[in-house]
């Protein structure tokens, strides 16, 4: 009878323990891989959008903004950026999007060191192609659009406006040297997109690093008073 009863009691176990085996199996195969020192990175909105027409203004004269006259000058990378907002505007040569978002402060430059943070808003920016074709298109636009595209392909395209082809968004990952002057209208900050101003960068400690908006080739400074002074003076 003892051998009878050790013989089950040991099948119990190995009862037992087989199926705890198998819980933990399937929790280890269904679990999500993912690494524990994983993070999540917030993109932009606007990253995998595909932008088919680009509708660019340019300004025939414009002045380079003062280092002495910019409330802020930094180094940033962008936190997050929403869908440009159509702005009336009787001035035809300019961007009638506007864009907001936020950029993170990685160094200030100029101004008060202690911001990590700035609510943005620049000229320009990305659009649904149905939303503009409704609202904003003109004659020629909704002509050639129509020609080139459905209705419901229109939905899932977008629209780029801006006076400058190049930035017509900011990429994540990257940073960049920004020219920030306070919007008392928006109560944030305006960023300045001139092509000579807005550049990324590539190194910021103890020297400047930028790429040449015209050459993509990196230029060195040694600090944000000679780059400034690196333009040409107003005759």
Known sequence: MKKIITIITILALVVIL???GGMIYSKQIHAPNVPESSTTVKKSKFVDYQVVEKINFRLVKYVLPKLEKTDLVAICHLESIEEAQFMESDQIHLARLTTAGKLNIDK?????????????????GVINMAEYYQKYA????????????SESEMKDLYVAEDAFESIHKLVDGKKYLCYLNDDKDSKKYRLITL??????VKQYDNKLVIKD?????????ANIEEFANSFPKES
């Open 18 to 20: 087989a199926v705890a």
């Open 108 to 124: 200030v430059l100029k101004g008060d060191d202690k911001i990590k943070q700035v609510d943005f808003v620049k000229s320009g």
């Open 138 to 149: 003109n004659q020629d636009q909704k002509q050639r659009w129509s020609e080139k595209y």
């Open 195 to 200: 092509p000579e101003i807005l550049r990324q």
């Open 213 to 221: 908006y015209q050459t993509d080739e990196w230029q060195t400074f």
